[in-house]
């Protein structure tokens, strides 16, 4: 039962030895409350208080590794997996899930406001407590559409499937949207301030994405030339991470850095870092071993977002203190390359980034919403792949590949002895004029072998966007996407096993 707390020196001991199979990568099959960290602890105690604990499977392994408990809370079944650092992956409620019937004429009002046409298929309950949201499937018009309401009838997000074609977006003046899409406007949010208008050609139907703010809180709302509304996503504490992903994963939407680190939730959510705990944050993209002007030089790739103050440190090899290496600079929301002399203070060690973020300053689209960087040089193109991975490092999702042949490579890890490596097998295959896929598989020993599945798209030959599928034995347990930055290896990647 989740309120027993009390550990002895068994459980502690099968804790340990628990936690280092695991980390070993070998699958342990059932867990015990007191071998589970204190951190997912503490998780599943906010989020389903007084919840009876029925069973606890610990999968994956490494960076991956997560735990499914399965337990019961007034009368209800309770599913919740959880991360090692304690983010709530997924939270169901069993007997409150796929009833039509269960979303009121209310709620379904409030849906109707803004699609009209909403025919309902499927609804389900999601989150617990002050985080219960309603999940809502149909269609409109034929074409499929999704919905997320609070219970008070809140709309948090709503995307409707739309046929036409996609081209890059043109910033215009507020005077000229059509008069349809401010009428569409007009009935949906009467009050708001503007801070930016797009407009895109579309294919049979140009559209207008919006970004603005109302009392409350910000939203992006996509309408085409007729005034349906396409996309409607809030924002409430405007840290480019919608309410209703935050309210999955455990975050505050009222607050634009959950964790008190200065990261908006939506910038570390993009670059891979945990919105819900201080000690993860966003890393230097990419260290690089270049020449400048006949001089050898260290070239560091920041992501930054408008209204960040940021430095980066330097710590050498043995020492413990760490230094200012690069004075403060504003960030803009764009990637910034920052040269550093590979003499004196560049000479070895460690960097790290920081940033003192002002939540005010998130307000119109920088919290986390910042665009990549003149890299594209406003070009349309994008880049062919590599043709081979073969002393490629690659940095996505937080985590960094090293590519040593071309069939292995190593995956770094962060711990509190430095950094480790855990070593994978990988295939790569050129799918497109611009685009590639990598399946990484890492050896986790008895059957419990773990692959990532990585489609890339390259804006230039830096990097581009990404797509991750993680898969088990036991189907697709995640997906993600973000941001990539591609590098060569410019010196030898230890060969020390984790």
């Known amino acids: 039962m989740t309120g027993q707390k009390t550990a002895g020196f068994a459980g502690a001991l099968l804790g340990a030895i628990a936690f280092l199979l695991l980390e070993s990568g070998i699958h342990a099959a059932s867990l015990s409350w007191d071998q589970l960290p204190v951190a997912v602890q503490e998780a599943v105690n906010a989020e389903v208080p007084g919840l009876e604990v029925d069973d606890i499977e610990a999968r994956g392994h490494g960076p991956h590794l997560r735990y499914e408990i399965e337990g019961e809370v007034d009368g209800n079944e309770v599913e919740i997996k959880v991360s090692r650092t304690g983010e709530i992956l997924m939270l169901e409620v069993g007997d409150e899930s796929s009833d039509i019937e269960s979303l009121s004429l209310a709620l379904l009002d409030s849906l109707r406001e803004v699609a009209p046409t909403f025919q309902v298929a499927e609804v389900e309950m999601r989150g617990w407590g002050a985080r219960r949201q309603f999940c809502v499937k149909g269609f409109v018009n034929g074409l499929s559409a999704i919905a997320r309401l609070r219970p008070d009838g809140t ?97 505050d939407p009222d607050d634009f850095d959950s964790d008190d680190d200065s990261y908006p939730d939506g910038f570390e959510r993009m670059h891979g870092s945990n ?8 890393r230097i993209l990419s260290i690089n071993h270049e020449v400048s002007d006949g001089e050898p030089v260290i070239v560091l790739t920041v992501a930054t977002f408008q209204g960040g103050r940021f430095h980066v440190d330097q710590c050498s090899e043995r020492g413990d203190e760490w230094e200012v290496l690069v004075p403060p600079f504003e960030g803009d929301g764009r990637f910034e390359q920052l040269e550093i002399p590979l003499v004196g203070a560049g000479q070895g060690g460690m960097f790290r980034v920081g940033v003192e973020a002002d939540e005010r300053a998130a307000r119109g689209g920088s919290g986390g919403r910042g665009e990549p960087n003149d890299n594209t040089g406003g070009q349309d193109e994008c880049a062919a792949p590599p043709a081979s991975l073969d002393g490629v490092t690659l940095e996505l999702g937080g985590q960094t590949y090293c590519f040593k042949s071309e069939a292995h490579g ?24 611009c685009t ?21 798209e390259f804006d230039t030959e830096e990097g581009g966007e990404y797509a991750i599928e993680i898969r088990t034995e036991d189907g697709v347990e995640n997906e993600e996407e973000g941001v990539f930055i591609v590098a060569n290896n410019q010196a030898p990647i230890p060969d020390a096993e984790p």
């Open 155 to 251: 709309i948090l997000r709503y995307r409707a499937e739309f046929d036409d074609e996609r081209s890059e977006d043109t910033v215009i003046d507020q005077a000229d949207l059509p008069q349809t899409v401010l009428d569409t406007l007009g009935d949906i949010v009467p009050e708001f301030e503007l801070f930016e208008v797009s407009y895109n050609p579309g294919g049979s139907h140009p559209f207008y994405r919006i970004d603005g703010a109302l009392d409350d809180g910000g939203f992006t709302m996509v309408v085409n030339s007729q005034g349906a509304v396409l996309e409607l996503e809030l924002d409430k504490d405007f840290d480019g991470l919608g309410d209703a992903d935050e309210l999955d994963m455990g975050a």
């Open 275 to 282: 919105p819900l705990h201080a000690g993860s944050r966003p």
């Open 410 to 433: 190593k995956l770094l890890l962060d711990s509190n002895d430095g950094v480790e490596f855990m070593p994978f097998s990988y295939s790569y295959s050129i799918t497109g004029d």
């Open 436 to 456: 590639a896929k990598i399946t990484i598989t890492f050896m986790a020993g008895k059957g419990e072998d773990e692959r990532e599945v990585i489609s890339l």
